[in-house]
């Protein structure tokens, strides 16, 4: 399997694996925007990261993303996953003791697949958007799930 191949061959062994999904290109879009999809800024992730630094004395982040020349650009010391197909990013979340995620149902996912610690970005759907009069955030987010 990939994923594992990936967690053995590019993490620290020893580190609890804290896997960011950030969702961006379709969302960047201003027809998605004006409905009310988002995406998360770096002040999110920075503080959804330290969710588990303070958690774990030792840690590591793996980034999965739709976007990984923004993601090389913006975050720093971070494994950034190479895969270039979906199922193998979801099978590298669901093999991470936690996740960040962003945005979109892909993330969510990964989330609930992991079955650990999941931080969430509150911001998605936008809130008081067309998207958001129609999103029941009590049924899609579970309550033991950190919202920032």
């Not at 580190?15 to 960047?28: E, M, P, S």
């Not at 270039?84 to 995620?101: I, K, N, R």
Request: aromatic share 14%; hydrophobic share 35%.
């Amino acid at each position: 399997m990939k994923a594992d191949h990936f967690i053995r061959t590019s993490t620290k062994s020893g580190y609890k694996k804290v896997c960011i999904h950030i969702r961006r290109g379709d969302f960047l879009k201003e027809r998605l925007l004006r409905k009310g999809f988002s995406v998360a800024d770096l002040t999110y992730i920075k503080r959804a990261k330290e969710v588990f630094l303070k958690r774990y004395s030792k840690v590591q982040f793996v980034v999965l993303s739709n976007d990984k020349e923004w993601c090389k650009m913006h975050i720093k010391g971070d494994v950034i996953s190479n895969f270039t197909e979906p199922g193998d990013d979801m099978a590298l979340m669901a093999l991470c003791d936690d996740v960040v995620v962003t945005s979109g149902t892909f993330g969510w996912w990964g989330a609930w697949l992991s079955g650990g610690t999941t931080v969430y970005f509150k911001g998605y759907p936008r809130p008081r958007s067309p998207l958001d009069l129609h999103f029941n955030r009590t049924e899609y987010y579970p309550p033991h799930w950190i919202g920032i």
